[in-house]
């Protein structure tokens, strides 16, 4: 079982680099050579039966995950919830969906339209947590979705990917807190997103939170090819409870933030 989820991440993280350079080089960076540990990594999706958090989740139930926790993003109109391998090695995973019907009628017709290009059985399918983009959009309806919803553009733009990795800042050695790791990507010139602050949450909530700011990469529309933001890496440390066991949860304030971290700059 656990082979079957380390071969999942595997490709979930060659999808991921390809767009997201950086993140290779933070991780060499960072572990000296070494593998790190991914504290989680996270998902977008529509609340679209065909799509929704449910479909995703499944491939990672049928892999050992359990549903951990639930967490509303009423400004962002998300959904959210996150899941956790009995090996605790494995990255837990942080899936949200965007509630479109909160959207203007606009956005909802582009979205709606985007779902209905898919094939039913589209979360089915053994790579959907790969499969990246498997509808077309055009460059307009991408920056009608963009005035509304960075996260509805994304998704549109990028598909079915993960949105980030996270290291486990509690996993590597060499640093000790999350300002040890934010200094040594300042010093090698990556930029961190600063929306809350470059460290979200604390010791009082259990967790803290800091990521670089997307990558840049190019998406061909149905009319033209755009440089857009792609994705970005997150660092996390978690403290302990009062029984001593890691807060392995996650923190809405915090996260709510993070989601900026793919705003075009």
């Not at 060659?14 to 998902?43: C, F, M, R």
């Not at 001593?244 to 304030?253: H, P, S």
Request: proline fraction near 2%; include cysteine; glycine fraction near 6%.
């Amino acid at each position: 079982m656990t082979a079957n989820v380390t071969a999942l991440f595997d490709n979930i993280w060659q999808q991921y680099i390809e767009v997201t350079p950086s993140a290779k080089s933070i991780q060499a960076l960072l572990g000296n050579g070494n593998d790190v540990i991914n504290d989680h990594v996270a998902y977008r999706t529509f609340n679209n039966e065909k799509v929704g958090l449910q479909t995703l989740a499944k491939h990672l139930i049928a892999l050992g995950y359990t549903e951990c926790g639930q967490y509303d993003f009423a400004a962002k109109k998300l959904t959210a919830k996150h899941y956790e391998h009995s090996d605790d090695t494995m990255p837990k995973v942080f899936i949200s969906e965007l509630r479109v019907e909160e959207f203007s009628p606009q956005v909802q017709q582009i979205i709606n339209t985007l779902v209905e290009q898919l094939p039913e059985n589209v979360s089915d399918q053994e790579n959907f947590l790969y499969s990246g983009k498997q509808w077309q959009v055009s460059s307009d309806d991408y920056q009608t979705l963009l005035a509304e919803s960075e996260y509805a553009a994304w998704l549109a733009a990028w598909g079915y990917r993960a949105n980030h990795f996270t290291v486990s800042i509690n996993h590597l050695e060499g640093y000790e807190t999350i300002e040890d790791v934010n200094n040594a990507l300042k010093a090698a010139g990556y930029l961190l997103n600063t929306s809350g602050g470059e460290v979200k949450g604390n010791e009082a909530v259990k967790l803290e939170q800091s990521s670089t700011l997307a990558d840049k990469s190019k998406v061909s529309f149905t009319d033209k090819v755009l440089e857009i933001p792609s994705c970005f890496y997150e660092f996390a440390k978690r403290y302990p409870l009062a029984n001593g066991e890691l807060y392995t949860g996650f923190v809405a304030a915090s996260a709510d933030k993070i989601f900026e971290s793919t705003d075009a700059k």
